[in-house]
């Protein structure tokens, strides 16, 4: 059974940076598309990023568009996402989820079956 562990989560000011990482118990991650989704309190889980497998495809929401980055490390078995210029609405916990695939990853969270814990990402004002 596949497991994640998110990091990188934190308190943050407007502006600011914060990269998370999503690192995998498997041998390796060539085979998984990997997402990054959100929830803030009060609404519902919305895909962030996604990033195919070994080929690297990716693709984001239109919110984050330009200001978060995915990428992968396979030989660490690790999956970055690299968010700048944060906002407030940034706000939410954050999880990584997998799911065993050739296909280009998507952003719908029924798509993937092995989820992280979470890890909280705060940008005040």
């Known amino acids: 059974q596949l497991q994640l562990v998110e990091s990188g989560g934190g308190l943050v000011q407007a502006g600011g940076s914060l990269r998370l990482s999503c690192a995998a118990s498997?041998?390796?991650?060539?085979?998984?598309?990997i997402g990054w989704f959100r929830q803030a309190p009060g609404k519902e889980r919305e895909g962030v990023s996604c990033?195919?497998?070994?080929?690297?495809?990716?693709d984001y929401a239109d919110s984050v568009q330009g200001r978060f980055t995915i990428s992968r490390d396979n030989a660490k078995k690790t999956v970055y996402l690299q968010m700048n210029s944060l906002k407030p609405e940034d706000t939410a916990v954050y999880y990584c989820?997998?799911?065993?695939?050739?296909?280009?990853?998507?952003?719908?969270?029924?798509?993937?079956?092995?989820w992280g814990q979470g890890t909280q990402v705060t940008v005040a004002s």
């Open positions: 989820a997998a799911v065993l695939t050739f296909r280009r990853c998507v952003l719908s969270d029924w798509n993937y079956a092995y």
């Open positions: 990033i195919t497998n070994s080929l690297g495809s990716v």
């Open positions: 498997e041998r390796s991650l060539h085979n998984y598309a």
